[in-house]
């Protein structure tokens, strides 16, 4: 990784409107299941709605086979071809709102690379800062994983949630909802809507959902058990894939802090997500 190194601190700015439409197309697909819609009563949009601004909106001679973008300009060049979102934590200073102008500000913080179960990883860190003015509203610090196309083995997966829930809520997510929820972020990966090509080539039984649709539901449903409508702080932890019609739990319960402890199982109880919510 040292051909690398010279990218880590490279840094890029963009700036946009939070319009409503986007939060439109996200009530569209989670309202009816997650408990908290995507605006509240006062106009603040949801924790995870940040996700539906700064889309990757480049070219289609700019994109690679799988549907992101090329790399080469934020992201450097890596050989590995196959990319996975694994894990986000998120922290709020202060609401958004409809209207307000957002300055997006993303920093690469760290390369490295790492033997996993499966082969060679590169793990890319990159800190999102989210500013309304002066102020920084939201940040996020996102890992993402890197690697070579590879079959996919359900057996490797034996972590279990193995936790007693205070609420527990049954999600099934068709391809329509998928399509939608890309659509709505503007996220060209094609594991997300294209069977033969997650088949055939990402080496999936199926269409792969979004780890961030996963991850909204579990918060959403966290804070509407909670009889709230936001966090200072959520973290989440992809465990193992979730595909097209498959049937899970979200599920949560109260830790020994006031923090929430939440997850997301598959019906055998092997764990397809963890998160951390603080109030």
Same mark, same amino acid.
């Given at each position: 990784?040292s051909d ?13 409107v ?15 299941i997650?408990?908290?819609?995507a605006?509240?009563?006062k ?6 709605a940040?996700?539906l ?7 289609g001679?700019?994109l690679g086979?799988?549907?992101h973008? $090329? &790399?080469?300009d934020f992201?450097?060049p890596?050989?590995?071809?196959? #990319?996975?979102?694994?894990k *986000? /934590?998120? =922290?709020y200073a202060s609401?958004?709102?409809v ?5 997006k500000?993303s920093?690469l913080?760290?390369?490295e690379?790492?033997?996993g179960k499966?082969?060679?990883l590169?793990?890319v860190?990159i800190?999102n ?6 102020s920084? $509203? &939201?940040r996020?610090?996102?890992t ?5 196309? #590879?079959?996919?083995e359900d *057996? /490797?997966? =034996? ?9 527990s ?10 399509f ?8 060209g990966?094609r594991?997300?809507?294209d069977a033969d ?9 199926g269409i ?10 579990i918060l959403?449903?966290a ?9 200072r702080?959520?973290?989440?932890r992809?465990?193992?894939?979730i595909?097209?019609?498959q ?15 939440a997850w ?16």
């Amino acid at each position: 990784m040292s051909d690398f190194k010279d990218w880590v601190g490279r840094r890029v700015r963009a700036t946009g409107v939070v319009e409503s439409w986007p939060l439109a197309g996200l009530a569209g697909v989670i309202d009816e299941i997650s408990g908290v819609g995507a605006v509240a009563a006062k106009g603040d949009i949801h924790p995870c709605a940040h996700w539906l601004y700064f889309v990757p909106n480049v070219p289609g001679s700019r994109l690679g086979a799988d549907g992101h973008p $090329v &790399r080469g300009d934020f992201i450097p060049p890596l050989p590995q071809v196959s #990319r996975m979102w694994a894990k *986000s /934590v998120m =922290t709020y200073a202060s609401p958004v709102r409809v209207g307000e102008r957002l300055e997006k500000i993303s920093t690469l913080a760290s390369i490295e690379r790492k033997q996993g179960k499966t082969g060679s990883l590169v793990f890319v860190e990159i800190d999102n800062e989210y500013r309304c003015g002066d102020s920084l $509203v &939201r940040r996020e610090r996102q890992t993402l994983v890197y690697h070579d196309h #590879r079959a996919y083995e359900d *057996s /490797v997966f =034996t972590e279990r949630a193995g936790q007693k829930c205070d609420w527990s809520h049954e999600v099934q997510f068709g391809a329509v909802d998928l399509f939608r929820y890309s659509a709505v972020t503007f996220n060209g990966h094609r594991i997300h809507y294209d069977a033969d090509y997650s088949r055939m080539v990402e080496g999936y039984p199926g269409i792969v959902v979004q780890g961030q649709l996963i991850a909204t539901v579990i918060l959403s449903q966290a804070l509407s058990r909670s009889g709230v409508g936001s966090c200072r702080q959520f973290t989440f932890r992809a465990v193992k894939p979730i595909f097209c019609d498959q049937r899970f739990y979200v599920e949560g319960r109260v830790g020994d802090h006031g923090n929430i402890i939440a997850w997301a199982r598959q019906e055998d109880g092997r764990l397809n997500m963890m998160a951390e919510i603080l109030l």
